[in-house]
């Protein structure tokens, strides 16, 4: 079974930082695609940043030259580095992979159970 576990998220206020850490556990062939998406109250979930195996990087653009984005691909985690947070960064914050199974080789995605980022004015 495969899981993702995330760690970080908190209460910070605006211009603070904050750093996202998310690894992936479990019965793992090989990950694609790994990132982190964010969903604010009333509206829908919306990609933030994702990155490829290889490296390929993209970013929202309201995040663009703020946040960061990293893996280490021995580990199976991708990490988020929030800086110059924003009130309307606030949301919950889920990391996501595209991960096949070692068992079934099945390619499909999975995601974290979700960390509260709060940015006060």
């Known amino acids: 079974q495969v899981q993702l576990v995330e760690f970080g998220g908190g209460l910070v206020q605006a211009g603070g930082s904050l750093r996202l850490s998310c690894v992936a556990v479990g019965s793992i062939f090989s990950i694609n695609t790994m990132g982190w998406y964010r969903q604010a109250p009333g509206k829908q979930r919306e990609s933030v940043a994702t990155i490829t195996s290889g490296g390929g990087i993209n970013y929202a653009d309201s995040v663009k030259g703020r946040f960061t984005i990293s893996r280490d691909n021995a580990k199976n985690t991708v990490d988020l580095q929030m800086n110059s947070l924003k009130p309307e960064d606030t949301a919950v914050y889920y990391c996501?992979?595209?991960?096949?199974?070692?068992?079934?080789?099945?390619?499909?995605?999975?995601w974290g159970q979700g960390t509260q980022v709060t940015v006060s004015s």
């Open positions: 996501n992979a595209e991960i096949q199974d070692v068992r079934t080789r099945s390619r499909r995605d999975y």
